[in-house]
């Protein structure tokens, strides 16, 4: 088969929302209709065939919410699905980030009663900045929603995209019926089965139809006509360019857990969402059909699954084949290395893979010296600098309160910040070496204190570090120069895992003081993405 075969059967997407929208229940009904299992998140699933769950961290089983983003891989219809279930909590919103990097478009969910909440407008920004096309989930209307007319204004007044109905809500709340597809002209009306674990029973016909009718109230009947009514005089058609572009957003409706409108948006989200297509570095562009295999590293996670203590590297393929065994550069080592163990994911679950095309998201196994953000190529010219890095607003010390399990401490944390899951300054000039974790938000601190304890058996004491504020330094600065700063009362210099020096001050107004009365010295407020040897 042609590679451009491969790379047009390929979609590549996220779901992404604020917390609680229902990400994770949709990831696992389109799972359940994609056929990728035949139960929905159950136990029993678990046992007899595959693990479906896509949350798999005991944490997030505790907490209930996604801490971290899942890979899962399956054929429907045939298409190769990458899919990937993103956290929704703003603590997390790195992990998120990345993901959305290695992406050719998402699912944005959201709660049909609450509308359009804060983190899903973020995230919302970070697409359109991309240039992602956005597909739109109404989710919940099985509960008291929303006007659904007031919800494509809401998208429209608040995101400032265009909204196109793809699929109209029949009654809601307890009342909810089903949708009708707007493409077809069809009514699916929908049965609820227990818990949603099987797929929902339909029935479809056109509005008239008296075997449709009949399973509606006049004023369910009445008002659903009267909607679509409107939405025909508004006279808008689907536009493929507009939804490629980011400039509309086709929205379905359905409600997750009970299974409605799910397969409707599996099938619609195939047909109008794009194949991986080119990206732009540094004025080159790389297609997908570029002989040159190339990828980039979004995702880097250890010990997955309790049964091997490994670490896994998630790569997106962008371009050419991967085949197991090739050797390529790798753009932080700048080395040869060979890949021979590489991988399908579906949740924690793998399966060897011998070849991948791009759009396709793979495993790689036993390589300690990638990071987050590096190139492998079999074309050392192409360097992908996707990753986007975050400025840290709390700080933390870390301490090891037995001394005799140092090494594990040590080892874990090492680990968990090469997976990215915090990150870590150093003080300038100082004896203490506890290290100071520096976090986007503080649930991450739960995470890695979690962490060390159930995969290294290392305990951890934080302790609340007196800054609020990180400031980077200009990158060429040099040591005499940091030594002649003369910084605001309680402010101190540190360095990030990069080597770049930075400024942590107690508050904003500290640093913008510093910043007004040192021009010479110019401060950023994000990252630099630079590394030192
Ligand atoms: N009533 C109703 N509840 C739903 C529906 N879909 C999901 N839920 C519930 O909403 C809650 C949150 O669902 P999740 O799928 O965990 O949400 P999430 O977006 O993945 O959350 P985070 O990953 O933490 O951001 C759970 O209790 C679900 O059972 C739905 O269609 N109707
Ligand atoms: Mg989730």
Redesign the pocket.
Known sequence: MSIQHEIQKRRTFAII?H???????LTEKLLLYGGAVQLAGSVTARKNQRATTSDWMELEKKR???ISSTVLQFDYDGYRINLLDT???KDFSEDTYRVLTAVDSVVM?IDSAKGIEPQTRKLFEVCRQRGVPIFTFM??C??PMKDPLALLDELERVLGIGAFPVNWPIGDGFDFRGVYDRQTSQMHLFERTVGGKYRAPVSVGDLHDPAVRGQLDDTTFNRTVEELEMLEHAGEIFDDAAVLAGKSTPVFFG????NFGVQLLLDGFLKHSPAPKSRVMGGIEIAPENPAFSGFIFKIQANMDPKHRDRIAFIRVCSGKFDRDMTVHHSRSEKKVRLSSSHKLFGNERETVDEAYPGDVIGLVGHDSFGIGDTLTTDPKILYKEIPRFTPEAFSYLHNPNTGKYKQFRQGLDQLLQEGVIQALYLRNSAVKTPLLAAVGPLQFEVVQFRLESEYGAESRLEAAPWNVVRWLPTDIKEDELDALSLPTGARLAYDLGKNAVILFQNEWSANYFGETNKNCPLSSVPVQTVKE
Do not use: C, F, L, M
């Open positions: 929302s917390p609680d929208a229902g990400k994770t229940t209930g919410i996604s956290p929704g909590h969910v989710n919940k099985d509960r409600s997750a857990s009970n």
